[in-house]
């Protein structure tokens, strides 16, 4: 399971595109942001969390599609499916993958963005605490949904529609985290929330990923 | 003694519907008529909402369909997954647009009666918005279908995902009520509370709930049945190509 995170992580990072993209998409996000509705900081630093939040969301969603789709095509899906490690940790080291490249990168980026958004110093920590709990989910949930897509040739689009629904919750929790944490309010619901998410979408969703993955290889 | 999982055989499910269904049908366009015209007409105007309160009829019960329309898709796909039933398969597919169409009637009667009462089409209320999200679910889940070719493949992985779908249904239903505060009114036909809607208008707006639920069950009967018939017709063309 480790040789196969160490494979992962290192074709991430060398065959080009998937791993600087996320956090280029999320930066972009966050500048374009302002410019669509003003310069002015108080309103910048009020909807700050929600569009840190959702930058790092469409930033995660973006790269979902190669967690399966690229060892779909050269058949080296069928063979982990036949390996002796059973496929839902192959989903789980997948999504744990994802999660370094992407989820990890934008948890440690956000806060740089932050400042461009003009949110307040007491919110930082928060951002990236909730990041940091509220990605993984993000990338278990994707897997999922790369998992139902992974046989359809055009399943980038289809995809986004599948997941998004599903990241609902976990936006909302997310979100709510760095707002009340700004503004200085309790934050223990929101965030027990949303660990409990990850852990549970962590625990429970592998298996319908590799059942889809069972239906889609058979 | 017969039991319910005959009518898995698609050939008994084909005769126990053919004869329900004109049945269920002028049923519930019996119960819609009188529903809707005794709930139009001959109900008072409430003191508060004046004649608005009328769209309750059709608002109300579809907004129950919508939701029931997709307990019986997740009920449907476990059935598929876990006894390989196609007429279960298929039946799920069939529920799917018309618990669409219940949602996005429950959803526009609201914005109708929204824009007088609230004075705004759309508010971001925790029913209201998981209302929509649940209008997203339902895209994807029949996006999914048309999306694979293989049809046991496309019951497959619909199933999985109405079943995960359901689950973070509700999960959102919970996150968005503590996200935003309501502006909608709470339940006002449960049994158990002291006060509840008044008769007056309580008994054609029940008698529209039937006519509602008739509706859902001739419309899933009817598509069930469709479906069917396009997957012998689909076998019956594999089969002459080959011979």
Redesign the interface.
Known sequence: MIALLIRDLRLAVRAGGGFGLGLAFFLLVAVLVPLGVGPEGRVLAMIAPGILWVGALLACLLSLDRIFALDFEDGSLDLLATAPIPLEGVVAVKALAHWLVTGLPLTLAAPVLAVLLNLPVSGFGWLVLSLAIGTPALSVIGA?GAA??V??KR?GL?LS??V???Y??TL??GA?VVRRGTAGLETG??LA?LAA?TLASAAL?PF?AA??IR??L? | MSSLWEYANPQKFMGLSGRMLPWTAALSSLCLTTGLIWGFFFTPDDFRQGSTVRIIYLHVPAAMMAINAWVMMLVASLVWLIRRHHVSALAAKAAAPVGLIFTLIALVTGALWGQPMWGTWWAWDPRLTSFLILTLFYFGYIALWSAIEDPDTAADLTGVLCIVGSVFAVLSRYAVNFWNQGLHQGASLSLDRQENISDVFWFPLLVCIAGFVLLFVALVLLRTRTEIRARRLSALLARERMG
Request: no cysteine; hydrophobic share 65%.
């Open positions: 999922f139902l897509t046989g359809l399943g289809l529609l599948l998004l629904p599903l609902v919750p909302i929790f709510e619901t929101p929330l998410i969703l319908a059942a889809a239906v889609n058979r």
